[in-house]
């Protein structure tokens, strides 16, 4: 079976039913996953973590002209239940937003308290398992170097 990494069409806000896809804009221009065989390059999970945290995370990977990225955003304490309408803080210590340039995994951007931002859940339907959402936010790497991840869309099964 081959699947498809991401819908060929543009993230329609109205698309509520887990087929948009997911892309976002890297200081200022749009990615998407890359596309893929025999694997994904996108994920939409939820998670339980050490100590009962209940976690949502949204992602993707891509290589442009021979350069990896990925772009990943993680709230954590998520409630049970349908999380419509529900909008989650990417900062130290209540969610994360990443992004990892070239493979270099030992000096991720990632949110804190001054580079932070936010992912937002626009519809979920827990019964058939997707959500579609956005999120924006700047990440600082160890050089205090910024990328901002802005127009991010999601609208995938889970």
Do not use: W
Not at 66 to 90: C, D, H, Q, R, W
Not at 123 to 141: A, K, M, P, R
Request: aromatic share 12%; net charge negative.
């Amino acid at each position: 079976m081959l699947l498809s990494s991401c819908s060929e069409g543009k993230l329609d806000d109205n698309l509520y039913d887990g087929t948009g896809g997911i892309s976002a804009e890297v200081n200022g221009g749009l990615v998407k996953p890359q596309f893929a065989l025999l694997y994904s390059h996108r994920t939409c999970r939820f998670d339980v973590e050490e100590g009962g945290i209940r976690t949502f995370t949204v992602g993707f990977t891509n290589t442009i002209n021979g350069v990896g990225m990925n772009v990943n955003v993680k709230a954590i304490n998520i409630p049970e239940g349908n999380l419509s309408g529900k909008t989650f803080p990417l900062k130290t210590g209540e969610g994360e937003g990443s992004f990892i340039f070239k493979g270099n995994f030992d000096d991720p951007f990632l949110t804190d308290d001054t580079h932070k931002g936010y992912l937002h859940v626009s519809f979920h339907n827990d019964q058939l398992h997707f959500i579609t959402g956005i999120f924006s936010y700047d990440c600082v790497n160890s050089e205090g170097n910024v990328v901002r991840i802005t127009n991010g869309k999601y609208d995938m099964y889970y």
